[in-house]
């Protein structure tokens, strides 16, 4: 596993650097200082998962998250902050992060993440799962997702429910190819139509709106 770190503070790119040193498997395919740096050596380097601060000079880690899907939306990003704010939780989601750890997490949970991440799942400390649930109790949501259960069996084939169920358990596509028999090509279809039906933008989205209805 490929690994970039990005932090603007050199110390914390050292220490989670040496982290990840202690770890076999894992390789530091390099590390920035800001978001344009971020873009500039993905461009360079074999990247499979980003350590991504949330506070940088210029583009911060929530502009860059995007950024970073946008042009390679297969570099999986892991958001590192020391604020347990809703509004950063939800702006990183948002952006398409595949996982949000607090600084203070320990290095197993780490590389715990990291190897989440890594293989399609998505992964939050459990202290930010907590804010997310009680935010999505009391936010308002589209009309859409207020239907019953029984409209979303409506709106989705059974299959395309299906394939939505295996997103919620952070499967990536060729694993639910596998557990339901597809082809890698067909599930990536499926999870388009399921995005576009239920007008939500990347999966990670798709889960928090499945977690509420289903």
């Given amino acids: 596993m490929n ?29 920035a200082s800001c978001g344009e740096e971020v873009l500039r050596l993905l461009s360079q380097t074999e990247t499979d998962v980003i350590l991504m601060d949330i506070r940088m ?4 880690g929530i502009e860059t998250t995007k950024a ?6 297969s570099v999986k990003v892991i958001i590192l902050t020391t604020f347990e704010d809703d509004h950063y939780i939800f702006a990183g989601l948002k952006s398409g992060a595949d996982g949000y750890l607090l600084k203070d ?11 989440a991440v890594y293989e399609g799942k998505m992964m939050l400390n459990p202290k930010i799962t907590v804010s997310v649930v009680k935010a999505l109790n009391n936010m308002e949501i589209p009309a859409v997702q207020k239907e019953p259960r029984t409209k979303l069996k ?38 388009s139509r399921i995005l576009d039906k239920l007008e939500v933008s990347n999966r990670t989205e798709l889960t928090l ?4 209805l289903l």
């Fill in 3 to 31: 690994v970039m770190v990005a932090d603007d503070q050199s110390i914390v790119r050292e220490g989670l650097k040496m982290i990840l040193s202690l770890h076999e498997g894992i390789q530091i395919s390099g590390e």
């Fill in 57 to 60: 000079p210029g583009m911060d």
């Fill in 68 to 73: 970073v899907k946008a042009r390679y939306p």
């Fill in 154 to 191: 409506e709106i989705l084939t059974p299959r395309e429910l299906d394939v939505a169920k295996h997103i919620m358990e952070g499967k990536s596509n060729k694993r639910i190819a596998a557990d339901l028999f597809l082809t890698e090509g067909t599930v990536k279809n499926y999870v």
């Fill in 105 to 115: 997490a320990d290095s197993d949970e780490m590389i715990a993440s990291l190897q």
């Fill in 209 to 212: 709106y499945l977690q509420k």
